[in-house]
Nanobody, 123 residues
């Protein structure tokens, strides 16, 4: 059983920064963890991924502005978001897939476990 709990969302002005956290509890280390986001009226999109071997990926839409990292001691993943834009607003979710990131990709259906989401508003 996997539990994912996001935190750190909030309201920020354009150009500002936020750091989201995803506290993960699972007994198996071999998961791909992805941060997804969804804006009202838009499809959910993956923005950053952390593979079980430590490899990270970021989508083109946030490359150079967002970074994903993990604190192994706390089993917590972070999404550092800099130079935020209004179009970054939405609900951010972390999700876990038993398959590696090369298999799961950004495909929602391949992620078995989801957190409840945290809201980010950029004005």
């Amino acid at each position: 059983h996997v539990q994912l709990v996001e935190s750190g969302g909030g309201a920020v002005q354009a150009g500002g920064s936020l750091r989201l956290s995803c506290a993960a509890s699972y007994s198996d280390r071999y998961y791909c963890i992805v941060w997804f986001r969804q804006a009202p009226g838009k499809e959910r999109e993956g923005v950053a991924a952390f593979d079980s071997d430590g490899t990270t990926y970021t989508s083109d839409s946030v490359k150079g502005r967002f970074a994903i990292s993990k604190d192994n001691a706390k089993n917590t993943l972070y999404l550092q978001m800099n130079s935020l834009k209004p179009e970054d607003s939405g609900t951010y979710y972390c999700a876990a897939a038993r398959s590696g990131c090369s298999v799961a990709g950004w495909t929602e259906g391949k992620f078995e476990y989801w957190g409840q989401g945290t809201q980010v508003t950029v004005s």
